[in-house]
Each structure stands twice: as C-alpha cells, then as structure tokens.
C-alpha cells in the first residue's frame, strides 16, 4: 500500500510540475517578478493575477488587502508592487481569454 502511494504521488508531482512552470512564466519580466511570484504564487496561481485590469487605485487596494491577510511583502516594496501590477495588468489592456481545456467528462 505505502509504495503504491508513493509510486501514485511521485506520479502525480511530474505530472503537476510542467503546469506549474507554465504558470510562472505568465508573469511579464522584470525586477519585480520573483518577488512577486513568491508573495503572491503563495495562495494563488498565475491566472488569478493576469486575468485582472485594474486601474492604480484598484491594485492599490488589492495589494494593501493581500498585505493585511498575510502576504509577505516587504514594505520598502509595496510601491514597486502596485506600479508593476497596475503597468502590467491596466483596465485598458486587452482582456484576458483562459486557454479552453478538454476534460474526459464531455461525453456526447
């Protein structure tokens, strides 16, 4: 039973890794990236963050709010981590589309 187990997490932990390099890279470079990646890849994934438009005030707001429930920003960073989210991530950029996926549920 315990080698099974083992057998079906490390199966499961490489089939998991490539999803999770993927995730990474949708973050736009920067200076800022890896400290962003490790203060917000905590809870969320990629898509939670690149799928939102917001204005300066807006991210502002989020990252003040993420700040409060835990994430650990530096507060010498905090600035730099609006003007990144709020220059990457604009309301007038053009709208986010997820990927479609194919699951074996949709049977016809």
């Not at 600035?79 to 996926?101: G, H, M, N, W």
Request: some cysteine; aromatic content about 6%; proline content about 6%.
């Amino acid at each position: 039973m315990f080698r099974l187990n083992l057998s079906l997490a490390l199966l499961l932990s490489l089939t998991c890794l490539p999803l999770l390099h993927g995730q990474s890279t949708a973050l736009p470079s920067g200076p800022l990236q890896s400290k962003i990646k490790t203060a917000c890849l905590e809870c969320h994934d990629t898509g939670i963050i690149v799928q939102q438009r917001l204005a300066k005030a807006a991210w502002t707001k989020e990252v003040d709010k993420m700040i409060k429930w835990g994430a650990l920003v530096e507060p010498s960073d905090r600035d730099a981590f609006i003007e990144y989210l709020s220059t990457s991530f604009p309301p007038d950029k053009e709208r986010y589309t997820a990927p479609r996926t194919v699951t074996g549920n949709n049977k016809r």
